[in-house]
């Protein structure tokens, strides 16, 4: 998971990328980079860290031009530690491409070789995005048959991507002296959103594409459509935009941790509200409870803030229980579920929630979170209400239990970490040190998001073990359990 912005403007694009990732920030911590091209040149600063920590006025200054592009990274390939593999990524032909991505692609060994040996391109790091930046370029040149570079060549070379890339992919390029490119892989997995506004002058047109509508908004551009499963988008220089259906048979699927977790609440995206999809997670919910929980036994109900709070006033409302906040959340630690490390991520847990001893002393706890995944949060806050004084603990997860490995582009290469992993529940509730534990169930979590909408699928590898794109194999799996570190 990482967030995404690319823009075609009338002004300067450097501090219109920026306020765009300082939005997005909650979608990766790793490290950041905005590129803008000015002609046909590229300016391009990346570094580690947060956006606000990352770019000084000097940075910004050097980053000149009206088209840019701009990415959060939340490492899924390679090292969260290593500069180098933060985005964007350039190569210098055709033409001169500077790419960032969201997602994670899945046969990156095949790639790789094919790579070195068929296209006689070099890799320098272990990034899954310098793959399928070298994968598009090679693709475009191929295209390529006179000094005009139209985009239907552009489409064509969208399409081989699609051939030849497996997983998942939302992807932004700038094409020096030619224009933005933005794609979204046929399974439409990671969000893209496409909006537009007009410039100044009131007539010509400026394009954004990122990876939530919020972004959009709050820039002040209507929000036209999502990019679709296996399209491609391309915006000229002067602000034109043409689009393409670029894969045979796509088909939207879209990721159901975008709607538990990783979005922000206040996005929309395939047409799906984040924060309307997280209420009915919780009347769902509020359901299941009520089937295997005495009721009359709970006193309060309280939210993990700040994901389960739609879920948590939901399930309160419903079961007719009292909604109190008790965990006070300390806004300057960063999310724990995307950080590297066990170690970082129990650490932080202490440091960004406190757990006040009023809501709790002598009372029985129904705490309700987006989702379990390793369980090291949840045992911390198990043991944090227990220490403030709670008589009995109630855990419950708008989430089904997670299961298996996510190799689409969250950080849980391996079952081994997973804490529902071959255990049942009321072994996983041992292992949390709660009285009660209550999940979601599949098909409520799948019910609840896609209520109301054009959409009747999602990619739920985490929670059932059916990888959508047909090619993760066993072996796969164990390769990724054995090379990745989370």
Not at 212 to 222: A, D, K, N, P, Q
Request: proline share 4%.
């Amino acid at each position: 998971m990482c967030g995404i912005v690319g823009l075609v403007a009338h002004e300067p694009a450097n501090q219109l990328v920026y306020d765009s990732l300082l939005l997005l920030q909650h979608r990766g911590q790793d490290s950041t980079g905005i590129a803008t091209a000015e002609g046909g040149i590229f300016h391009v600063h990346k570094t580690k860290g947060q956006v606000r920590e990352g770019f000084r006025t000097r940075d910004m200054r050097a980053l000149l031009g009206n088209m840019g592009l701009g990415h959060v990274r939340y490492a899924t390939k390679g090292a969260a530690s290593n500069e180098q593999e933060a985005q964007p990524f350039y190569v210098n032909a055709p033409y001169g491409i500077v790419l960032i991505h969201n997602g994670n692609l899945t046969n990156t060994r095949e790639l790789t070789s094919e790579l070195f040996h068929v296209d006689r391109r070099h890799l320098n790091t272990n990034s899954d995005t310098e793959l399928l930046v070298n994968v598009l370029a090679h693709e475009l040149q191929e295209q390529v048959n006179g000094s005009e570079l139209d985009p239907e060549q552009i489409f064509a070379a969208v399409s081989r991507v699609h051939d030849r890339v497996q997983g998942s992919y939302a992807a932004i390029a700038m094409i020096a002296g030619h224009g933005l490119l933005a794609f979204r892989d046929p399974f439409g997995i990671r969000p893209l959103v496409l909006g537009r506004r007009l410039a100044a002058d009131g007539v010509r047109e400026e394009w954004i594409t990122a990876s939530e509508s919020l972004v959009l908004e709050s820039g002040g551009y209507e929000i036209v459509r999502d990019v679709a499963p296996g399209e491609a988008v391309f915006i000229s220089l002067d602000g034109q935009m043409v689009s393409k259906q670029c894969h045979a048979s796509p088909r939207l699927i879209p990721c159901s941790f975008e709607y538990v977790y990783l979005a922000r609440p206040d996005s929309i995206m395939n047409g799906i509200s984040v924060y309307d999809a997280r209420l009915r997670l919780g009347n769902r919910l509020a359901d299941t409870i009520a089937a295997h929980s005495p009721i009359g036994d709970i006193d309060v109900v309280m939210p993990i803030p700040d994901s389960s709070r739609p879920a948590a006033m939901q399930v309160a409302q419903k079961l007719g229980i009292e909604y109190r906040e008790g965990f006070y959340k300390n806004r300057y630690v960063g999310r724990t579920f995307i950080m590297p490390g066990q170690a970082e991520r129990k650490r932080s847990v202490r440091q960004k929630l406190n757990a006040m001893s009023s809501e709790f002393k002598g009372k029985n706890i129904l705490i309700v979170d987006d989702s379990i995944v390793r369980g090291t949060t949840s045992r911390e806050i198990v043991e944090m209400a227990r220490a403030a004084g709670a008589n009995k603990v109630t855990f419950t997860s708008a989430a089904p239990p997670v299961r298996f490995p996510h190799v689409y582009g969250i950080n849980m290469p391996s079952r081994h970490e997973l804490v529902a992993h071959d255990r049942k529940i009321p072994e996983i509730a041992r292992e949390l040190g709660a009285d009660h534990l209550i999940y979601q169930e599949v098909a409520d979590m799948q019910a609840a998001i896609t209520e109301g909408s054009d959409v009747t699928e999602l990619e739920m590898s985490c929670f059932t073990g059916d990888y959508v794109t047909g090619t993760v194999s066993p072996e796969y799996l164990a390769w990724v359990e054995a090379n990745q570190l989370s």
